[in-house]
T-cell receptor
Framework: AQRVTQPEKLLSVFKGAPVELKCNYSYSGSPELFWYVQYSRQRLQLLLRHISRESIKGFTADLNKGETSFHLKKPFAQEEDSAMYYCALRSYNNNDMRFGAGTRLTVKP | DTGVSQNPRHKITKRGQNVTFRCDPISEHNRLYWYRQTLGQGPEFLTYFQNEAQLEKSRLLSDRFSAERPKGSFSTLEIQRTEQGDSAMYLC???????????FGSGTRLTVV
């Protein structure tokens, strides 16, 4: 069964500090992993996906199949990064994308 | 085309009434999804269309729920005999290709009183 776990419901850091939002998954096959972000009063939007190996808004995420993790990292957090972040998993042949419960990131000035 | 559009934004209904929501996906996206989100949870998959064909339905989608996408463009989600437990944000998303992420709409917030 597919499952996504985000162990922290809330995460608070100061501006300029590094931030890591944790995501662990359980899936026996080859997953596609995504991070979505929802800023206040805005719709849910794609932040990045592991197949692109890209950096968006300074965020990166590396798929670690050994640890079944896909943690989201940014070296220097900004106040505008404050938002709700969701990790999501989709199996290659499945259209059911599973989301974690989300982590609310607050970046304090 | 400004993205995925959902109507209405908010719906308050009395228990037992029927409600219908509409989703207009990005025009070239042939894949359309419905999700439900309750407070403190991530979105939960309800159903998936490829063009006009409904290819997957979650166990969450009881007999009171029905979704259609008659012409492969917009989709409707109907809930019959609403219950208080149906209160949630109903999200629609679309995508074009196999490896793409989803583009979400703003959602319809349903409150059953």
């Amino acid at each position: 069964a597919q499952r996504v776990t985000q162990p922290e419901k809330l995460l608070s850091v100061f501006k300029g500090a590094p931030v890591e939002l944790k995501c662990n998954y359980s899936y026996s096959g080859s997953p596609e992993l995504f991070w979505y972000v929802q800023y206040s009063r805005q719709r849910l939007q794609l932040l990045l996906r592991h197949i692109s190996r890209e950096s968006i808004k300074g965020f990166t995420a590396d798929l670690n199949k050994g640890e079944t993790s896909f943690h989201l990292k940014k070296p220097f957090a900004q106040e505008e990064d404050s938002a709700m972040y969701y990790c999501a998993l989709r199996s290659y042949n499945n259209n059911d994308m599973r989301f974690g419960a989300g982590t609310r990131l607050t970046v304090k000035p | 085309d400004t993205g995925v559009s959902q109507n209405p934004r908010h719906k308050i209904t009395k228990r037992g009434q029927n409600v219908t929501f509409r989703c207009d996906p990005i025009s070239e996206h042939n894949r359309l999804y419905w999700y439900r989100q309750t407070l403190g949870q991530g979105p939960e998959f309800l159903t998936y269309f490829q063009n006009e064909a409904q290819l997957e339905k979650s166990r969450l989608l009881s007999d009171r729920f029905s979704a259609e996408r008659p012409k492969g463009s917009f989709s409707t989600l109907e809930i019959q005999r609403t219950e208080q437990g149906d209160s949630a944000m109903y999200l629609c998303a679309s995508r074009l290709g196999q490896g793409d992420g989803y583009t979400f709409g703003s959602g319809t917030r349903l409150t059953v009183v």
